[in-house]
Structures are given as structure tokens and as C-alpha cells.
């Protein structure tokens, strides 16, 4: 640090010096920027003007006054300025610093940030690498990844867990095995005790059997008796109850003959002759026009036109105006102009009914 | 010149003062050897006020001549005038739309003078609270303004890198002194040759010639942008701050004095000087630092504290000034308060003796 004893103020006196120096120069400026200086004032220049041109033979001379239109300071600007044109008029000073040096390849390593990486999102697909994931998980910080994958405490955990599955693992094995063994001689204890209940009955009913045999074979045989005749009963009433349609229909599957319903003779029906004496026709036949044999060109769409047998022609778009039965309106002449033009082109005569078109030869 | 001389009655020490360098080279050599002394102490300063109501980052700050009442130019576009004792909101002044990021009051007229980041310098006249003029010419953010301390002569200069100086009362721009190659982040009057000096974003500083409107000296010592500058209100020095350090300059021909390291972790945004030679940098990560000034003695480190319910990252400092006594000093923060410290009353060398001398920083390399 050096002392700072020479670097005093200086006196008032050169203070004031300079500063009216610097007022006395700034006014100068100002004045030439406003355009107020006495000169710039009284600037007025006299031309003596003669015009001499040809086609006038006379000359005329005249004094004219040249003099700058004094403008108002305190109006606003006239246009934006948008661009900064000033350049350093000066030579570049002398640089008194050390150089800054270029960063090193090394410090350009550090200065490096990875990528972010997220777990969530990667909509383009990329593949990312383990480094990067890893990094992504710490912060962004490859190093600090590193110290945890090194760090003991992972092994440590993951081999205690492992340690901890196959022990469970293991009880688990051995509990099912057991639990298998009991199953399987409760089953055969079991399976024993009912062969041997079978075993039993069987040798009670081989017993019973030889006692029981002929009593039971003559009730046997009354009761399927009873049963059929039932059945023949039970057949007759119904057919007894048929009519004779059914009837014939029932004899004719007894005997084993196939009838169809109209097949069967004098009990089929006419079922259409009561109703309708009609005969189907092909109803195309009708529709069919005397002249519907012509030959058709190809223009022509339909083979009659849609209004042929009517009047309808005559009807459409003709104003019914000269008929008397116009109701009250007819003696009233304001309506009479309506739906006629009042005037009209010359050369045309005033023509009833719908527009006609002339074919253009 | 005649018409000068009757001002001026001392010629002989005029004369005297127009070739300085010679005998004043010799004394700085015998001067930097015999520098040994211990640094003056200074008490530590301390927290003592915290004003709020700005709703944005308090970006300047300019303390009235009379030291009654001081404004501040916040992010919030406003302009806010507050006592000084009793730190009450004496007014607010809209009219701007961006950033307010310069202010400066008139020593003799009732005006204050604002630039702001929307490009406009305007004229307030503080009987009728009112814009009265603006200077139109920027054609991007103003950072910076000052106002001449004997002439109705401002400069402004900002993103565009021209030094623009205008006629307070006709608003014309008497000078574009262009020459930066980046925004200037200050610019400082003075009322001694070289009376007008600014600091850009491209590490260097520029004396101008007033008159000339042309630059007199480029001081490219500083390896990165230079963002504090503070002249000193008694000596003929002035210091400016880049991010590593803060460099100290005699005038007139901007003599390289030292530096002083403030080893902030963040980037000096702001320093300040008082007239008992305390030298304030305030950093954008809330870091303070104290120095001596003619040693460059670093004696007290601190840190703001932000507002209760601010974030960690909202403790910056942006704008500071002493007031007219040296005694108190604001910091205009990024947690949207004004901050008020002084120095501790109760301290002595015995119980606050401070950082310790660290007498191989002062003579190294400066």
C-alpha cells in the first residue's frame, strides 16, 4: 500500500478554477448544440436572385433571405434512437493485469455437469447408461455414487438379507415336509379303517342274501305286471280322446308309416282355396305402359313423363288474375301492380305465365 | 484567461498545482518503504435499524445533502423518501416502469434526479412531487447517475456503454462519451480534474475530460468487471471494486495505491467510504466487509441478516451510501429492506481490537 499523503484535494481556489473553466467550455457546447449563439442567431444570408431565363425577355431581379428555422428545445423527441452508433474513438489502452489464462483440460473436467437423467421420463427412448442413472440418483455427482458403491454397509445389508431369506427359506422346507408326512399317514390310517368297514358289510350281506332271495323274486315280478298294465290303460284313453286327424296320424306312426301333413289322405285341407280365390301374379306386368315396349335411348331416364295423364301443367305458376273469383281483393287496385314489373325493356311485351327458355341454336 | 485570473488571485500555487508529478513520484517512492504503521482502529459496526416497505430489491440509494432524509430506487419502480432519524416514509414517487437503479439529489436546486433499467433519467422536482424534465437519449438500461457537485451538469451511463452528459436545465446531451466495450456499472463526478470517472462491466475504469468529452485515462489493472466505485470524500483517491478485489487510486492520473482483499465468497456489488477513512463492500451473498482505508486493513467481517421469512438466497446487498456524518451507513438488500448500521458505541481497542494486522498483505504486491 503506498502512502497517501501526496494525493490531497486541491485547494479551493483551483477547484473553482476549474470549475468555471469547465462552465465557460460546457456553455459552448450547449450554446453550439441549441443553436443560440449570437451568431447562430443574426446568421441570416442575403441572395440577390435574378432570373434570366428565355422564354421571358424581361429580367426580374429580387433579394432573398436565407435564414436557419430557430427550433424549440423543449419539443419532444422526433424519433427513437435504437441503436448504440458510437465507437471508441481511442486508441485501446494498455492492458496492466497479468493475462487470465485459458482454463486447463483438467479444469475444464471439473468444471462439467452431467446430463440430467431422469427415472421417470425418457420420451425419445435413449438409452441411458448404469454411470448415468447412478449419477442421477446422487445429485448429479459421479463421485459421490462411487463412495456409496464402495462403502461396506451395502455388502454388509445385502449379504444379511440373503442370509436371512435361506434361513427362512430353509424352515420353510422343512415345516411343508412335515407337515407332508402327517397328511400322508393320516390318509393311509384312513384308507384302512374303511377297507375294513367295507369288508364288514359285505360279509354281513352275504349272510342276509340267502335268507331273503325268494320272497323277494315273486314281488318283483307282480309289481312290473301292475306298471305295464297301467301304461296300456293310461294309451287308450288317449287315444280315444284324439280326433281324427290326430288319430290317423297316431295310427299311421304305429305302423311305422312316415306321413306328412298334406300327404295324409282326407285329412289334409286346402288351407287357401276358403280364403282368397287370387292367383299370384308378377305385379311388374301392371305397371307396364302401352308404350313401354319403344325403344329407350340413353337420355332417357324414365319411361313416362311424370306428369302425362294431368292437367297439372296448365296450372303451375299462372296467375289467375283476370278470374272473377279473386274474392274482395279484385275491385282493389293496389294490388294490381303486384307481381308485375312496371317497367320494361324495351322491345319486350308484357307476357303471361311462367318464364320460358328459348334452346340457343 | 484574464477574465479567470480575477477569480483566482493565487496564481503561484495554480501554477504549482499544473506540474505536480515530478516531486510527487519522489515522495511516493520514499513514501511505500517507510509504510510500517499499524492501521488506525476503527469500532465494529453494527445492525441498528431495518426498514421496510419496498416491495422489491432496493437498488439505490442517495442520502440528501442536509442528511434529513435520504430515497431509495427499488425493483419495484418506485422511489421512496424516508427520514433519516427517524426512518418514516416521507413519500413515494412513481413514474417509472423498470428498476430504479440511480439516484441522486441536487445539492442546489429541490430536484432529484433517477435512472432507471426503462431506459429514462428523469428530473423530479420535490415542491410538487412531479416529473418535471427527463433525458432522452439512452437506448437501453441506465445504471448509473451523477450530478456535479458545482455545475447543473449530470452524466448517466449504463447498459449502452456511453457516458451521456447533460444540461440539467435544457436536457441536452452535451457529451456521448462512448469508449466502454460493456455496460458501465458507475458513474462519479468530482470537482477536481479528472471530474468525471466510470466503471464497466469490462474490468476497466475511465477518467474523462469533462470538457473534452473525451477519456483521459483507462485503468485496466482489474481482471474482472468492476462494479463499486466510491471516491473519497476527503482525500484526492478513489477505490473500485471488482469481484476479487478492491483496487485504490490517486488522482489525477489514476495512480495504482493498492488493493484490499475482501475474500467474499460473492461478488462486490457495492462499496462505500466515509470521511474517517472506513471502507464498506457489500457483496450480493450478504458478506460485509470493514476496512481501513489507508492501510487496507481488513478489520471487521460480517454478513446481513435477511428479514425473518425471507429465503437463504434472498441476502445480497445491492446499493450502499454513508450518510453526510460517516456515522451511519444504508444498504439497500435483496430481501427488499433498507438496512441502517452504525458503529458500536460501547466498543474500545481493548474489547473490539478486530481482525488481526496483517502487516505481509499491506506492503505485497498491489
Partial sequence: ?361 | MPELLQYFPQRVELAQYAQPNASRTLIRHQQATSITSKPEWHAPWKLMKVITGHQGWVRSIAIEPENKWFATGASDATIKIWDLASSRLKVTLAGHIMPVRGLVVSERHPYLFSASEDKTVKNWDLEKNKIVRDYYGHVSSVYALDLHPHLDVLASAGRDAVVRVWDVRSRTAIHVISGHTSSITNVKFQDADPQLVSTSMDGTIRLYDLVAGKTRQVLTHHKKAVRGLAIHPEEFTMATASSDDIKQWGFPEGDLLGSCYPNHTGIVNTIALNDSNVLFSGADDGSMAFFDWKTGHKFQDTATTAIPGSLESERGIFASSFDKSGLRLLTGETDKSVKVWREDPDATPETHPGNSWDYSMAVGEI
Fill in chain 1, 1 to 361: 500500500m503506498r502512502s497517501h499523503e501526496p494525493y490531497q484535494r486541491p485547494p479551493r481556489d483551483v477547484i473553482a478554477a476549474t470549475t468555471l473553466a469547465t462552465r465557460a467550455g460546457l456553455q459552448k457546447i450547449i450554446d453550439a448544440k441549441m443553436g443560440n449563439t449570437p451568431m447562430a442567431e443574426n446568421a441570416s444570408t442575403y441572395v440577390k436572385y435574378s432570373s434570366n431565363s428565355l422564354a421571358s425577355s424581361t429580367t426580374n431581379e429580387r433579394i432573398i433571405k436565407i435564414q436557419d428555422i430557430q427550433e424549440d428545445p423543449m419539443l419532444p423527441p422526433k424519433h427513437q434512437l435504437r441503436k448504440n452508433r458510437h465507437r471508441d474513438p481511442s486508441p485501446p489502452a494498455p492492458v496492466l493485469r497479468e493475462a487470465i489464462k485459458p482454463a486447463t483440460a483438467e479444469e475444464q473436467k471439473q468444471w462439467r455437469i452431467p446430463s440430467a437423467v431422469s427415472h421417470w421420463k425418457n420420451p425419445l427412448g435413449f438409452t441411458v447408461s448404469i454411470e448415468q442413472r447412478l449419477a442421477a440418483n446422487n445429485g448429479g455427482t459421479l463421485e459421490r455414487s462411487q463412495a456409496e458403491l464402495n462403502n461396506t454397509n451395502f455388502a454388509n445389508l445385502a449379504e444379511a438379507l440373503s442370509d436371512a431369506d435361506r434361513e427362512a427359506r430353509e424352515g420353510i422346507k422343512i415345516r411343508s415336509q412335515l407337515q407332508h408326512q402327517r397328511l400322508e399317514l393320516e390318509q393311509r390310517e384312513k384308507e384302512q379303517r374303511l377297507r375294513e368297514l367295507a369288508d364288514r358289510a359285505r360279509q354281513e350281506k352275504r349272510v342276509r342274501t340267502k335268507e331273503d332271495d325268494d320272497k323277494q323274486d315273486q314281488a318283483q315280478r307282480r309289481e312290473q305286471i301292475h306298471i305295464e298294465r297301467r301304461k296300456q290303460a293310461e294309451k287308450e284313453l288317449r287315444l280315444s280322446r284324439m280326433g281324427s286327424e290326430q288319430r290317423v296320424r297316431q295310427l299311421a306312426r304305429d305302423t311305422n308309416r312316415d306321413i306328412s301333413d298334406k300327404v295324409a289322405l282326407g285329412v289334409a285341407k286346402a288351407t287357401g282355396e276358403t280364403k282368397t280365390m287370387e292367383l299370384a301374379f308378377d305385379l311388374r306386368l301392371f305397371s307396364k305402359a302401352a308404350g313401354s315396349n319403344a325403344v329407350h335411348s340413353e337420355d332417357q331416364v324414365y319411361d313416362a313423363p311424370l306428369f302425362a295423364g294431368q292437367e297439372a301443367v296448365s296450372h303451375i305458376y299462372r296467375p289467375k288474375a283476370s278470374e272473377d273469383d279473386a274474392g274482395g281483393f279484385a275491385d282493389e287496385s293496389r294490388f294490381e301492380g303486384l307481381g308485375k314489373a312496371k317497367k320494361l325493356f324495351l322491345g319486350v311485351e308484357e307476357k303471361k305465365g311462367p318464364v320460358e327458355f328459348e334452346r340457343d341454336v
